[in-house]
């Protein structure tokens, strides 16, 4: 584990990026995969057990916020200080990742014990489907402190240079998950409610191998309960970092929350529409996400170690490999959108929505892949406000404005252009401000050291 931490420091960038990124990646896409899986089996429900599903997701990635953000400021942390040789502070974030996620999962079971209903029609549940979500949400919630534990642990295990081990979890976690859905769904009929139960029983089994991991000498960070009390220094350090990749994903549950209410008013089919776009979107995501997770630990050691000429090549080398899979999958949504669409539902209606939706809202997606991993390295190098002004920029800034402003004007042909008009903006930000960035470190992004060595 040692000497894994040390090579991110020696060894090539393209074969860092293939290590720690091709797990990631493969890790995400099976999560993507069980997410459209376990849509698939709730579809077989009907359109209203879709749209539920739907009202649902924002409350899951509240939960994915939470302890994504916490996961991603440890790993800065963990990755920056094995860099600097500090293994004192990095014992001591993972075991802040667990407290915390420990708090932050009592309280959200009590939000939804007590405040269920508001929090529902908050989300966009209409009348009809206000049951069904309600089924599935209250499940999430009492199980919650196993969504922020097997988040913020996995993005600790990448941290310290374990990305195999934990594309291994997220792929077994996945698996059980899938396997236990149709049994609770239907063998048991349980419904939605069953989907529910199948997730958190999966997410169990990760957390436990985690768990494993760090305290019983498996990883160079070994903790102990003496790592687990409150240190307030170190959760300022995580949080730094951890705030803007958490309002990343608050941003896009607030954009989710606020186009599932908007759209409530032309009835649950377009929510249902959304819910499944996002799925879809998700999935040819995850390997950029998994792209800019593997790159995180490389910028954080080597600015750590003060190998600032190593960034560039990183950057460039991660910009071109998500851009080629965001344009890929793009082209393929565009051409054929009803083949994906059928995917989830028969319900011509929903599909004949869905497909003009999906095919207007990938216009700009070649732009995401480089929006993505500029963002990642102000994570990786510890600059809060640049990480948080660029995290917020996408959903918050742009997205949320123009849908609410060309929803008034074009309906929802309006609501489905205002994503690539954001895109495109946040892509125009970002990019200005990583030049200027890589610039004064005197290793401007189009002069890359990386650019003579792509072909090696």
């Known amino acids: 584990m040692q000497n894994n931490a040390a090579l991110m420091g020696e060894e090539s960038i393209t074969r860092l990026l293939i290590r720690f990124s091709l797990p990631a990646t493969v890790g995400m896409l099976v999560m993507a995969t069980y997410n459209i899986v376990d849509t698939i089996f709730v579809g077989m429900l009907g359109s209203d057990a879709i749209a539920a599903l739907s009202v649902a997701f924002p409350f899951q990635m509240l939960l994915g916020a939470l302890g994504i953000g916490t ?33 932050y999962g009592i309280v959200v079971a009590l939000i939804g014990f007590f405040y269920l209903e508001p929090l529902l029609v908050l989300f966009g549940a209409t009348p009809e489907i206000l049951a069904l979500t309600g089924e599935y949400v209250i499940v999430i919630a009492g199980g919650s402190v196993m969504f922020f534990l ?15 081990l934990s594309m291994y979890i997220m792929i077994i976690s996945a698996g059980i998950n899938i396997i236990l859905d149709p049994i609770f769904i239907f063998l048991l009929g349980l419904g939605v409610q069953g989907a529910a139960i199948a997730t958190v029983l999966a997410k169990v089994v990760g957390v436990a191998i985690m768990l494993y991991h760090f305290t019983a000498g498996k990883s160079a960070i070994r903790i102990g309960f003496s790592c687990l009390a409150p ?15 958490m309002f990343l994903q608050i941003s896009t549950n607030l954009s989710l929350v606020i186009a599932n209410n908007i759209l409530a008013v032309y009835g649950y089919l377009p929510i249902a529409a959304l819910g499944l776009i996002f799925r879809l979107f998700m999935f040819a995501l ?90 990642v390295y102000f994570q990786a190098t510890g600059k809060g406000m640049p990480s948080l002004l660029l995290s917020i920029l996408r959903e918050v800034i742009f997205f949320i404005p123009l849908m609410l402003i060309l929803s008034g004007w074009f309906g929802l042909i309006g609501i489905w252009a205002s994503r690539p008009l954001s895109d495109l903006l946040a892509f125009l930000v970002t990019f200005y401000l990583i030049s200027r960035e890589l610039k004064r470190l005197g290793i401007p992004l189009l002069r890359s050291p990386a650019l003579s060595s792509l072909n090696k």
Not at 74 to 96: F, H, M, P, W, Y
Request: zero cysteines; charged letters at 15%; glycine letters at 14%.
């Open 150 to 164: 097997i988040m913020g642990l996995n993005n600790a295990l990448r941290g310290e240079g374990s990305p195999i």
């Open 286 to 375: 995850m390997p950029v996400i998994g792209i800019s997770q593997g790159l995180l630990p490389i910028i954080g050691y080597n600015f750590g170690a003060g190998k600032i000429e190593r960034i560039g090549e990183a950057i460039t080398k991660g910009v071109a490999l998500s851009t080629a899979i965001a344009t890929f999958f793009g082209a393929l949504y565009f051409i054929w959108p009803e083949l994906f669409m059928t995917m989830f539902s028969r319900e011509q209606e929903l599909v004949a929505l869905g497909a003009e939706a999906l095919r207007i809202m990938v216009i700009m997606f070649p732009l995401i892949g480089g929006q993505v991993v500029f963002t």
């Open 71 to 103: 996961g991603v400021g440890a790993a800065s942390l963990i990755s920056r200080s094995l860099g600097a040789g500090d293994e004192k502070t990095a014992r001591n974030a993972v075991g802040q990742v667990i407290s915390l996620s420990v708090l």
């Open 231 to 245: 240190r307030l220094s170190t959760i300022r350090k995580i949080y730094v970092i951890g705030f803007p990749a």
